[in-house]
């Protein structure tokens, strides 16, 4: 694609939270993004993989500022939106939505799904008073809701249904970009298909990009156009999504598709086992982030931490084996 086609470009952005001691100074920072670029085209769909803790969920955070960066720059239509304040942020807001992995805890118990929507629209000053529960009953149905819904409470709803509820607020304010937070992780295996082809007609007809984070791999490789695999707080790999799977080059990548029982690894060649346990963000090892357990690590792994470095076919990697 064009890079006119960018919608998001993230530019080494860092996220660090900060640890405190007992007396309440700082004694070191969680590095939870540590460095990160990546660019989402419009309507693609970028997945983002990793074991929990690797910072795929901040990162998804940090983009639409719900978490501060500490560092680097976000690119949205060209706009460095770190750069605009509250009130410009407000504007930009609708364009930008995040979809939760449990939509009950954002939605009000005491209140009507449908007076919830409607809240939603008064906010960004969205429709005419009187057009506004129109506006909601049509995206009810686009989400494949009836009519009796607006009516209803969020605990009549069973987890698929409040999924659908939050993706109609999400598409309520029309926008360009939706961050998807592990959408389906709570749901039965049986209606997560449901939702996940729900994603996909609303981004056809809307022209949509999704930043897709999860730790299913067989339904980011279904979705994503490309996969990006984060560890460690770093982006180790890149790439289409079927190459991805067809020819991961980072030893972590091989690992995680290898560990994954949901993913056929066609070749035994390409099999390596994920060892040990995800080290502390607060203290990250040395050189390579990954090379406490990997099992290619040669001693330049532990001094020199490789950057991102483009292949065959778009294809990226930061491995010292490609170098
Ligand atoms: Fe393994 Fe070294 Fe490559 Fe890191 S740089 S993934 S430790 S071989």
Same mark, same amino acid.
């Not at 970028?46 to 500022?65: F, M, N, Q």
């Given at each position: 694609?064009?890079?006119?086609?960018?919608?998001?470009?993230?530019?080494?952005?860092?996220?660090?939270?900060?640890?405190?001691?007992?007396? *309440?100074?700082?004694?070191?920072?969680? &590095?939870?993004?540590?460095?990160?670029?990546?660019?989402?085209?419009?309507?693609?769909?970028?997945?983002?993989?990793?074991?929990?803790?690797?910072?795929?969920?901040?990162?998804?955070?940090?983009?639409?500022?719900?978490?501060?960066?500490?560092? *680097?720059?976000?690119?949205?239509?060209?706009?460095?939106?770190? &750069?605009?304040?509250?009130?410009?942020?407000?504007?930009?807001?609708?364009?930008?939505?995040?979809?939760?992995?449990?939509?009950?805890?954002?939605?009000?118990?005491? &209140?009507?799904?449908?007076?919830?929507?409607?809240?939603?629209?008064?906010?960004?000053?969205?429709?005419?008073?009187?057009?506004?529960?129109?506006?909601?009953?049509?995206?009810?149905?686009?989400?494949?809701?009836?009519?009796?819904?607006?009516?209803?409470?969020?605990?009549?709803?069973?987890? *698929?249904?409040?999924?659908?509820?939050?993706?109609?607020?999400?598409?309520?304010?029309?926008?360009?970009?939706?961050?998807?937070?592990?959408?389906?992780?709570?749901?039965?295996?049986?209606?997560?298909?449901?939702?996940?082809?729900?994603?996909?007609?609303?981004?056809?007809?809307?022209?949509?990009?999704?930043?897709?984070?999860?730790?299913?791999?067989?339904?980011?490789?279904?979705?994503?156009?490309?996969?990006?695999?984060?560890?460690?707080?770093?982006?180790?790999?890149?790439?289409?999504?079927?190459?991805?799977?067809?020819?991961?080059?980072?030893?972590?990548?091989?690992?995680?598709?290898?560990?994954?029982?949901?993913?056929?690894?066609?070749?035994?060649?390409?099999?390596?086992?994920?060892?040990?346990?995800?080290?502390?963000?607060?203290?990250?090892?040395? *050189?390579?982030?990954?090379?406490?357990?990997?099992?290619?690590?040669?001693?330049?792994?532990?001094?020199?931490?490789?950057?991102?470095?483009?292949?065959?076919?778009?294809? &990226?990697?930061?491995?010292?084996?490609?170098?």
């Amino acid at each position: 694609m064009a890079s006119g086609d960018v919608l998001l470009r993230i530019e080494h952005l860092k996220v660090y939270f900060p640890v405190k001691n007992a007396i *309440g100074r700082i004694r070191s920072y969680v &590095k939870a993004v540590n460095d990160i670029s990546l660019s989402l085209f419009r309507g693609e769909t970028y997945g983002l993989v990793g074991e929990t803790g690797c910072g795929k969920s901040t990162l998804g955070r940090a983009v639409i500022r719900l978490e501060r960066a500490a560092g *680097g720059e976000i690119y949205f239509d060209n706009r460095d939106i770190l &750069k605009l304040n509250s009130k410009e942020m407000l504007k930009l807001r609708p364009k930008m939505q995040m979809v939760f992995q449990d939509p009950y805890s954002s939605l009000n118990p005491r &209140k009507r799904v449908g007076d919830t929507l409607t809240e939603v629209l008064e906010i960004h000053n969205i429709g005419a008073k009187e057009e506004r529960p129109e506006i909601v009953l049509d995206v009810l149905e686009r989400v494949g809701l009836l009519p009796e819904h607006y009516y209803r409470f969020p605990n009549e709803f069973s987890g *698929g249904q409040r999924q659908r509820i939050g993706l109609a607020r999400a598409f309520l304010l029309r926008p360009r970009l939706i961050i998807c937070d592990e959408p389906v992780s709570a749901l039965d295996v049986s209606i997560r298909a449901q939702i996940i082809n729900l994603l996909k007609d609303l981004q056809e007809s809307e022209k949509l990009a999704y930043l897709f984070i999860a730790h299913d791999l067989s339904i980011v490789r279904y979705i994503s156009s490309r996969i990006g695999v984060m560890y460690l707080g770093c982006l180790v790999e890149e790439a289409p999504a079927e190459r991805l799977f067809e020819n991961p080059l980072h030893p972590y990548t091989r690992a995680l598709l290898s560990a994954s029982p949901s993913i056929d690894v066609e070749s035994p060649r390409k099999r390596e086992r994920l060892q040990g346990e995800l080290p502390s963000p607060i203290d990250p090892p040395p *050189g390579c982030p990954f090379h406490t357990r990997c099992s290619r690590a040669a001693a330049a792994c532990r001094q020199y931490q490789p950057r991102l470095k483009e292949m065959e076919k778009n294809q &990226k990697v930061a491995c010292i084996l490609y170098e």
